[in-house]
């Protein structure tokens, strides 16, 4: 897929998830700058509905917004976005109301049966990492 | 915490929770049916709004409930909630709309500085597991 | 397998480990307590080539454990032995010269292409948490 | 540290760990290609004494490459190697008696207390990736 064709999947698999009534709808509001060939960039603002009770981005959130990401790169592969096997996020800086938060997903490896994604969310500020994540899917389905 | 006292400072935890205007607010209609000395457990429905966009409980929000409720067991032990150091969770077992989903929380170490917490869902059908989960969270703030 | 005929598998699977040229030459001095069903029980004294340079547990001998006893338990329930997709391993308790470690892995789901394994070292003295672990396995070869 | 001070440090280290009689002595015959500045880039051949009973690279040995050579990168950067809180690993291709693997280890961030660290094993002849692992390190001891 070309990098032109995956940004356009990107932006619609955005807004389509954006109007989910499902757990997905919690991704509103997001932007995607570039993507394609297994990855996926975008960017978002966190609001009020992102926090934790003490102020700071959801560590839920965090792990929500790589396992979307992480499908919507693995999508522009042409591949069959699978079902979760495994997801572990590590937590390393706070984020919070007001900043801009860059999502970075890449498609590591995808093989036949299992692909192996990661992501990472930066400050736009400085790029100074909040947390980075892997996720491993099962695509043979 | 004596067992009796634990329960109902995770239902007000779960009350609260539910109330937010922040990500926690997804945590809505648990009901806690045991907890304390470090435990917790609590039930819900899957419903429209915890499903991906296969019909299926959302990795996204698993991972949420792993996040909060082992939080909410920490807090048995009365120990400040700390932040997340990391996050992985294991997805078993597909839950569907209208299922009843058993969240087991468990604080395995509790440290000065470090508490080590697991997480299990279940149906509450047969037993059988949908996802495990842990967490560590750094807890001397 | 019955149990009987889990605990001969598992005590010529350790006895075939100990002696090879390969890596699994490490698990050394391990002995098989109880097991079968897709359960592993073993011990073993934690001696100087255990170590590392601080003197306790080293974490890569801990993680190897965690590889080779959750397959090996998988073994007995008459599963191929499959392919390492992912290694998680929490590390909470050290372990010191002389010490004897209860390793203790279970089949938590074997499935048709992937299984779910977790494992627990403890203390023999106490019963106290060393490390725990998970592993998810392709076995579908 | 200098990139120069820094290549000289992880030289000792390793020799250090190679004529260790506890666990890390399992690190021999590594080459110091790169490092400094919470990095370090290393290369090994894959012997018979790395291998599991199917013939490639073992996970345990992966692991604790991980482990060890993660530790080694953040000593650059002049921090206590500390202890490990967390090790996670994604293994993704398989490396075999002769291939030369090259380890690339990375400090994410290294706070006051806990330290992020991740690390590459790829191909030496393609570059194509073998496993990724992440290890969270508690240094404020």
Sequence with gaps: MSAKKGVELLKSVFDYASKSKGFSGCLKNFTVTSGGEGN????????????????????????????????????????????????????????????????????IRAGKTLAYLECELRHKKDGSVIAKGTQTKYIDL
Aim: hydrophobic residues 40%.
């Design 40 to 107: 996926c960039v975008a960017e978002f603002t966190v609001s009020e509905e992102h926090l934790n009770q003490g102020g700071g981005l959801h560590g839920g959130f965090t792990a929500t917004i790589v396992d979307n990401v992480t499908t919507y790169a693995l999508m522009t592969k042409d591949k069959h976005p699978g079902v979760t096997v495994d997801l572990h996020v590590s937590y390393m800086k706070a984020a919070r109301l007001g900043d801009v938060v860059v999502v970075d997903a890449k498609t």
